[in-house]
């Protein structure tokens, strides 16, 4: 069972007007003091309320651009004053931390690749510690759920009670569109833990290309998420860093308007009574579900008796490959696609071997 986090609700931190989507935008990094306020007059003028600008960035090789460092921070500022947006940006070290301190910004993240660092994050809670800066934490960058959670727990027992998280999708060597796989369901169970955590989606990072960031944010929309963090530059292609998925303030506010903002729940009796029936249904067919699937494993289990009896071995592939071929067949007549059909097979598949792993080493 998680254990619970201690939370602000992210309405009382003074930085968002609900209803959603929150929007927090800005460059990936902050390169020049007029690139920042013009990017962030831009993004006022959209009706943004909170600036976004890497100052300290982590890049794959050296002698790429590394942000600009503290000098950016009064840029910040800058932007503070001129425009009254709140301001974050990435921390990723204690000295990154009190620097933010030092200059006023209003919140910081956590990127991708210091979430999945314990070390950097005891270093960066216990510099937070007595602040009332609001955190948000990025999912580490390999899909790994618990590694999330332990940051967030880390920062929360430094008594940080204004927590978030930014869900920027996981590396993969797999051949996708997007430069990060989505990964939702991963997103989607952290949220059922944690449902008082606010959810902000980063399509700019997640797709990697602005081609992408509507129909993500669509995307995470839909699944419930309360906001959004967005990269967004005055001169997008001209950008130190991601030019490829930056979108300019006036394109940003034009798609913004264009999503669809569902309810997340309605009080409508119509609905209530038409949802509840539904779920209804979906629960008989679950309990189906399990029923089967038992009574598929008790199956397994007499096969593991009768190969052990014959000394047989316990996976024959081809079978399985054309059981598989078999099902995903029939699967695409129903209208389920392949992969699904593929992913739910496989899983089945393997508790079939270990059930029958198990008969065998007894
Ligand atoms: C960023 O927000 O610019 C960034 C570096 O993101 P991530 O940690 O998701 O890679
Ligand atoms: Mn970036």
């Given at each position: 069972m998680a254990k619970t986090l201690d939370l602000v609700p992210v309405t009382e931190w003074g930085f968002f007007t609900l209803p959603r989507p929150m929007v927090i935008a800005g460059p990936c990094s902050a390169e020049t003091e007029q690139q920042v306020m013009e990017t962030a007059k831009g993004l006022a003028?959209?009706?943004?309320?909170?600036?976004?600008?890497?100052?300290?960035?982590?890049?794959?090789?050296?002698?790429?651009?590394?942000?600009?460092?503290?000098?950016?921070?009064?840029?910040?500022?800058?932007?503070?004053?001129?425009y009254g947006l709140k301001v974050c940006t990435?921390?990723?070290?204690?000295?990154?931390?009190?620097?933010?301190?030092?200059?006023?910004?209003?919140?910081?993240?956590?990127?991708?690749?210091?979430?999945?660092?314990?070390?950097?994050?005891?270093?960066?809670?216990?510099?937070l510690k007595d602040t009332d800066i609001p955190v948000l934490v990025k999912n580490p960058v390999n899909p790994d759920i618990d590694l999330w959670i332990g940051a967030l727990e880390r920062l929360n027992r430094a008594g940080i009670r204004k927590l978030g998280v930014i869900h920027r999708g996981f590396s993969t060597s797999e051949k996708i569109a997007y430069r990060n796989a989505p990964g939702w369901q991963l997103a989607v169970e952290l949220r059922t833990r944690y449902p008082d955590l606010p959810f902000f989606a980063d399509p700019s990072h997640m797709g990697g290309d602005r081609k992408y960031i509507k129909e993500l944010s669509q995307r995470s929309l839909d699944l419930g998420f309360e906001g959004l963090m967005i990269e967004s530059h005055c001169f997008p292609s001209c950008a130190l860093s991601d030019a490829k998925q930056q979108l300019e303030p006036k394109v940003l506010g034009e798609m913004l308007a264009s999503l669809l903002v569902r309810e997340k729940d309605s009080s409508d009796e119509d609905y209530k009574s038409g949802i509840?029936?539904?779920?209804?249904?979906?629960?008989?067919?679950?309990?189906?579900?399990?029923?089967?699937?038992?009574?598929?494993?008790?199956?397994?289990?007499?096969?593991?008796q009768y190969k052990k009896e014959h000394n047989i071995a316990i996976v024959q592939t081809s079978r399985w490959d054309s059981l598989l071929a078999e099902m995903v067949r029939k699967g695409t007549e129903y209208g389920l696609s392949e992969k699904f059909v593929t992913a739910v097979f496989n899983a089945i598949h393997e508790a079939s071997v270990q059930t029958q792993n198990e008969i065998l080493e007894a």
């Open positions: 003028d959209e009706g943004i309320h909170v600036f976004r600008a890497g100052i300290w960035k982590p890049r794959t090789h050296p002698g790429s651009f590394e942000g600009v460092g503290t000098e950016g921070l009064k840029w910040l500022r800058k932007v503070q004053k001129e990435e921390v990723a070290s204690e000295k990154h931390v009190y620097e933010c301190i030092k200059f006023g910004v209003d919140m910081v993240w956590v990127g991708a690749r210091t979430t999945a660092n314990p070390f950097l994050m005891q270093e960066i809670a216990d510099a509840h029936q539904l779920r209804a249904q979906i629960d008989i067919l679950d309990e189906n579900l399990l029923y089967m699937l038992k009574s598929r494993q008790e199956i397994s289990r007499k096969i593991g």
